[in-house]
């Protein structure tokens, strides 16, 4: 994954992140327990970790020894808004859904058929003008006058999923300021057989020796 550092729009971040993911049918807020390893131009120290196990997320700096925690028991209040935000492929299932019964907002257009990792692709192009969105299963418009987003979806012909997603961002204010996202999936796979007390571990034994800090609603 590459994006435009959020920090210093002029620097480009360069991350691999390794996922595991469950359904969580009930929770419409996030959607799924996860647990994201991020790792900063290697594929072997992890930097940073998203853990959630469908009541309390855990924002890992592996390098500074800080968590952010975010307990959903103890504030509830974090399930009546979107506070995290992924791009895993059930969340990109409603962001689809939400997109097509919203077209007066969105305007789509299908481009050239492309080969993307000697895969057979379709090539969609979706624009967003004027309101903002944030990934996942919360998905809804907030206004924003003069924000332009363009977004290319490679989906596989054969599965029919996303395996690309490239992404602009830009005000009519200053176009020349662009912000980009370039996200590849690689081994797709289902219905793993995972150790889930591990990979979706919050317990505070698991975090000893971190700086805690714990987030409340806005």
């Given amino acids: 994954m590459a994006r435009t550092n959020p920090r210093n729009v002029n620097d480009t971040i360069f991350r691999y992140r390794e996922m ?3 359904r969580l049918i009930s929770d419409s807020i996030v959607g799924v327990k996860g647990h994201w ?28 020894s800080i968590i952010r925690l975010y307990d959903l028991d103890k504030y509830p209040d974090f399930k009546k808004n979107h506070f995290w935000s992924h791009n ?8 689809f ?7 007066d907002s ?26 903002m969105t944030m990934p996942g299963f919360a998905t809804k418009l907030e ?6 987003s363009k977004s290319i979806y490679y989906i596989d012909k054969q599965t029919n999923y996303p395996i ?5 961002f830009y005000s009519t204010n200053n176009p020349e300021q662009k912000m ?6 690689y081994d797709i796979a289902f219905n793993l057989k995972i150790n889930e007390d591990k990979q979706f571990n919050t317990s505070l034994e698991s975090i000893k020796g971190y700086k805690i800090i714990e987030m409340k609603p806005e």
């Fill in 180 to 185: 980009f996202f370039d996200q590849t999936y």
């Fill in 106 to 131: 969105y305007s789509t257009k299908r481009l050239n058929d492309t080969i993307i990792d000697n895969k057979n692709c379709y090539q969609v192009l979706i624009v967003l003008e004027d309101k």
């Fill in 37 to 64: 390893y991020m790792y900063v131009n290697d594929k072997e120290n992890v930097f940073y970790e998203d853990i959630y196990d469908g009541n309390k997320l855990i924002r890992k700096n592996n390098q500074d």
């Fill in 143 to 148: 206004d924003d006058k003069g924000s332009i």
């Fill in 20 to 22: 595991y993911f469950k």
């Fill in 88 to 95: 895993t492929l059930y969340g990109k299932q409603f962001e």
């Fill in 164 to 168: 690309r997603m490239k992404e602009e």
């Fill in 97 to 103: 859904k939400f997109m097509l019964n919203n077209m």
